[in-house]
Protein backbone atom coordinates (compact mmCIF):
# COMPACT_ATOMS: atom_id res chain seq x y z
CA UNK A 1 0.00 0.00 0.00
CA UNK A 2 1.49 3.61 -1.18
CA UNK A 3 0.35 6.63 0.08
CA UNK A 4 1.83 10.14 -1.19
CA UNK A 5 2.91 12.11 0.97
CA UNK A 6 4.20 15.08 -0.38
CA UNK A 7 7.57 16.90 1.30
CA UNK A 8 7.37 14.43 4.48
CA UNK A 9 10.33 13.20 5.64
CA UNK A 10 8.73 10.37 8.48
CA UNK A 11 10.17 6.70 9.50
CA UNK A 12 8.49 4.78 11.98
CA UNK A 13 10.32 2.22 11.87
CA UNK A 14 8.23 0.16 14.90
CA UNK A 15 5.44 -0.21 11.96
CA UNK A 16 8.23 -0.46 8.92
CA UNK A 17 7.00 2.22 7.44
CA UNK A 18 9.65 4.21 5.50
CA UNK A 19 9.70 7.54 3.38
CA UNK A 20 11.09 7.10 -0.17
CA UNK A 21 11.26 10.31 -2.26
CA UNK A 22 7.94 11.83 -1.91
CA UNK A 23 5.75 8.13 -0.60
CA UNK A 24 5.65 5.68 1.91
CA UNK A 25 5.45 2.62 2.12
CA UNK A 26 5.36 -0.24 4.49
CA UNK A 27 7.10 -2.48 2.94
CA UNK A 28 11.01 -3.37 3.06
CA UNK A 29 13.41 -6.12 2.09
CA UNK A 30 14.88 -8.05 4.53
CA UNK A 31 18.69 -8.35 3.38
CA UNK A 32 21.51 -9.75 5.42
CA UNK A 33 25.46 -8.75 5.39
CA UNK A 34 28.49 -10.95 6.38
CA UNK A 35 31.36 -9.20 8.42
CA UNK A 36 34.20 -11.62 7.45
CA UNK A 37 37.70 -10.37 9.43
CA UNK A 38 40.88 -12.97 9.67
CA UNK A 39 44.30 -12.42 10.31
CA UNK A 40 43.28 -8.66 10.83
CA UNK A 41 41.81 -8.46 7.28
CA UNK A 42 38.06 -7.85 6.04
CA UNK A 43 36.72 -9.52 3.40
CA UNK A 44 35.00 -7.66 0.57
CA UNK A 45 33.42 -8.24 -2.40
CA UNK A 46 32.38 -6.39 -5.65
CA UNK A 47 28.55 -6.70 -7.40
CA UNK A 48 29.30 -8.17 -11.25
CA UNK A 49 28.24 -6.03 -13.94
CA UNK A 50 24.62 -5.74 -14.85
CA UNK A 51 23.27 -6.64 -10.98
CA UNK A 52 22.07 -4.07 -9.44
CA UNK A 53 24.44 -1.95 -8.27
CA UNK A 54 27.20 -3.40 -9.88
CA UNK A 55 30.57 -2.24 -9.36
CA UNK A 56 29.76 -1.54 -6.09
CA UNK A 57 31.59 -2.99 -3.32
CA UNK A 58 30.64 -5.16 -0.41
CA UNK A 59 29.89 -7.09 2.58
CA UNK A 60 28.32 -10.49 0.69
CA UNK A 61 24.69 -12.07 1.94
CA UNK A 62 21.09 -11.67 0.42
CA UNK A 63 17.69 -11.43 0.84
CA UNK A 64 16.30 -13.81 3.62
CA UNK A 65 13.53 -15.98 2.00
CA UNK A 66 10.50 -17.25 3.86
CA UNK A 67 10.75 -19.27 6.81
CA UNK A 68 14.69 -18.68 7.22
CA UNK A 69 16.14 -16.34 10.18
CA UNK A 70 18.86 -14.32 9.31
CA UNK A 71 21.61 -16.76 10.67
CA UNK A 72 20.08 -19.20 7.79
CA UNK A 73 19.82 -16.84 5.13
CA UNK A 74 23.73 -15.41 5.64
CA UNK A 75 24.85 -19.56 5.74
CA UNK A 76 22.81 -20.35 2.77
CA UNK A 77 23.92 -17.26 0.66
CA UNK A 78 27.20 -17.59 1.66
CA UNK A 79 27.44 -21.27 0.32
CA UNK A 80 25.38 -19.89 -3.18
CA UNK A 81 27.04 -16.56 -3.95
CA UNK A 82 30.84 -18.11 -2.77
CA UNK A 83 31.22 -21.68 -2.10
CA UNK A 84 31.76 -21.07 1.36
CA UNK A 85 30.77 -22.79 4.44
CA UNK A 86 30.33 -20.32 7.31
CA UNK A 87 29.68 -20.24 10.92
CA UNK A 88 27.98 -16.96 12.62
CA UNK A 89 30.21 -15.91 15.48
CA UNK A 90 27.04 -13.26 16.36
CA UNK A 91 25.31 -9.98 15.09
CA UNK A 92 26.84 -6.58 14.56
CA UNK A 93 24.84 -4.09 13.52
CA UNK A 94 21.74 -3.10 11.43
CA UNK A 95 20.95 -0.39 9.19
CA UNK A 96 17.70 0.66 7.26
CA UNK A 97 18.63 2.37 3.73
CA UNK A 98 16.09 3.82 1.30
CA UNK A 99 17.47 3.07 -2.52
CA UNK A 100 15.51 4.83 -5.18
CA UNK A 101 13.36 2.04 -5.80
CA UNK A 102 13.26 -0.31 -2.05
CA UNK A 103 13.69 -0.02 1.42
CA UNK A 104 15.71 -2.40 3.01
CA UNK A 105 16.73 -3.73 6.44
CA UNK A 106 20.52 -5.00 6.18
CA UNK A 107 21.22 -7.02 9.04
CA UNK A 108 25.14 -7.42 9.28
CA UNK A 109 26.59 -10.39 11.24
CA UNK A 110 30.35 -11.27 12.39
CA UNK A 111 31.22 -14.63 10.17
CA UNK A 112 34.08 -17.29 10.11
CA UNK A 113 34.44 -19.13 6.89
CA UNK A 114 34.97 -22.84 8.04
CA UNK A 115 35.15 -24.10 4.95
CA UNK A 116 34.79 -24.44 0.89
CA UNK A 117 36.94 -23.31 -2.01
CA UNK A 118 36.16 -19.65 -2.88
CA UNK A 119 34.21 -19.25 -5.81
CA UNK A 120 32.64 -16.20 -6.97
CA UNK A 121 28.76 -16.20 -8.97
CA UNK A 122 27.58 -12.45 -8.17
CA UNK A 123 30.69 -10.91 -7.89
CA UNK A 124 33.69 -10.21 -10.16
CA UNK A 125 36.31 -9.51 -7.98
CA UNK A 126 37.18 -9.80 -4.20
CA UNK A 127 39.65 -8.24 -1.53
CA UNK A 128 40.89 -8.87 1.64
CA UNK A 129 41.31 -5.34 3.21
CA UNK A 130 42.86 -3.99 6.64
CA UNK A 131 40.06 -1.55 8.36
CA UNK A 132 42.10 1.37 7.61
CA UNK A 133 41.95 0.87 4.17
CA UNK A 134 37.97 -0.09 3.68
CA UNK A 135 37.09 3.63 2.55
CA UNK A 136 39.61 3.36 -0.28
CA UNK A 137 36.75 1.25 -2.57
CA UNK A 138 33.59 2.34 -4.03
CA UNK A 139 30.50 0.98 -1.28
CA UNK A 140 27.23 -0.04 -1.94
CA UNK A 141 25.26 2.86 -0.03
CA UNK A 142 23.78 0.76 2.37
CA UNK A 143 27.29 -0.95 3.61
CA UNK A 144 28.58 2.18 4.37
CA UNK A 145 27.49 2.38 8.12
CA UNK A 146 29.01 -0.72 8.49
CA UNK A 147 32.67 0.32 7.27
CA UNK A 148 32.27 3.52 9.66
CA UNK A 149 31.13 1.41 12.30
CA UNK A 150 34.33 -1.05 11.95
CA UNK A 151 36.75 2.04 12.10
CA UNK A 152 35.21 3.17 14.90
CA UNK A 153 35.36 0.36 16.89
CA UNK A 154 39.35 -0.56 15.44
CA UNK A 155 40.36 3.01 16.50
CA UNK A 156 38.55 2.80 20.01
CA UNK A 157 40.73 -0.21 20.40
CA UNK A 158 44.03 1.55 19.84
CA UNK A 159 43.29 3.62 22.81
CA UNK A 160 45.66 2.85 25.48
CA UNK A 161 45.29 4.11 29.09
CA UNK A 162 47.55 4.16 31.69
CA UNK A 163 47.32 2.65 35.00
Request: some cysteine.
Amino acid sequence: MIYWVAFLAVSVLENKLFTVGDYVTDRSIAVTAAIIERDGLVFCARRSPGRHLSGYWEFPGGKIETGETPEQSLIRELKEELNLTCRILGYFATNHHHYADKKIELMAYNVAITGGDLRLTDHDCYRWLAIDDLQTLTWAPADIPFVTLLQSRAKSNDIKCSS
